[in-house]
């Protein structure tokens, strides 16, 4: 059964330089759920991003209310937010942003060593999380040895390693060949089908075949429509 992992409820935000405003979010109410597998798309600078942000506790709304799970968290304190975000989410990025002087396995042990486990207990658990995407025998390898894919996938491993219930993504397959991409995104379908409400920021309307459910953000308007297919291509 389907779980409600995150809600926004009149949720916007606002930046404010010198005397102008810009609303990158409008006021938006939407929820996602476990076991689905989520697109938000738009054009660049729609606000995906910054609606990518506040559902992983980066950002905090101008306005409104956000729930994690049926509990506000709009109103925690920062090291509050940080806590949460280390214990129940995961994150994967375009960039990959792995540490390079450190092994495919220190890098997904980094999670778990901050959340106060021993070195033998993280890598452990890091192995199994390597293991799952197809990288056993890459433990060793410093990211410099790495594909775009594997790299991606090292990512995947460090995000799913804390066992969050929800995973976020930032353009996860815009550095990466088609046949990479789709490697990608079968494994993050994968976690999906497996329970986890998994997220993803993109503006390639080709990933669509993946998804459960598709959003679309234009000039900070969450919708269900897309406006103009040729802002995606």
Not at 105 to 134: F, H, T, W
Not at 198 to 207: A, G, M, N, S
């Amino acid at each position: 059964m389907k779980e409600e992992i995150v809600k926004l409820v009149a949720v916007n935000k606002i930046y404010k330089t010198g005397d102008t405003s810009i609303t990158a979010l409008d006021k938006t109410d939407i929820g996602f759920n476990s076991g689905e597998l989520t697109l938000i798309m738009g054009p660049s600078g729609s606000g995906k991003t910054t609606l990518l942000s506040i559902l992983g506790f980066v950002i905090y709304p101008t306005s409104g209310s956000v729930f994690y799970k049926g509990s506000a968290v709009t109103q925690l304190k920062e090291n509050a937010l940080a806590d949460l975000r280390l214990k129940e989410i995961g994150f994967v990025f375009q960039h990959f942003n792995l540490i390079e002087p450190l092994t495919a396995l220190e890098n997904v042990m980094q999670p778990l060593i901050l959340q106060g486990l021993s070195s033998s207990q993280a890598s452990e658990k890091a192995k199994r999380a390597l293991d799952e995407v197809g990288l056993a025998d890459r433990y060793k390898n410093l990211p410099k040895k790495l594909s775009g894919g594997q790299k991606q996938r090292v990512s995947i491993a460090r995000a799913l390693v804390t066992e969050p219930a929800m995973i976020l993504c930032d353009e996860p397959t815009a550095s990466l060949d088609a046949k990479s991409a789709e490697t990608i995104m079968n494994e993050l379908k994968a976690l999906a089908n497996s329970g986890k409400a998994v997220i993803i920021v993109t503006h390639d309307l080709r990933l669509r075949k993946f998804a459960d459910r598709v959003i679309f953000v234009e000039e900070g308007i969450v919708s269900n429509t897309i406006k103009n297919e040729e802002d995606y291509k």
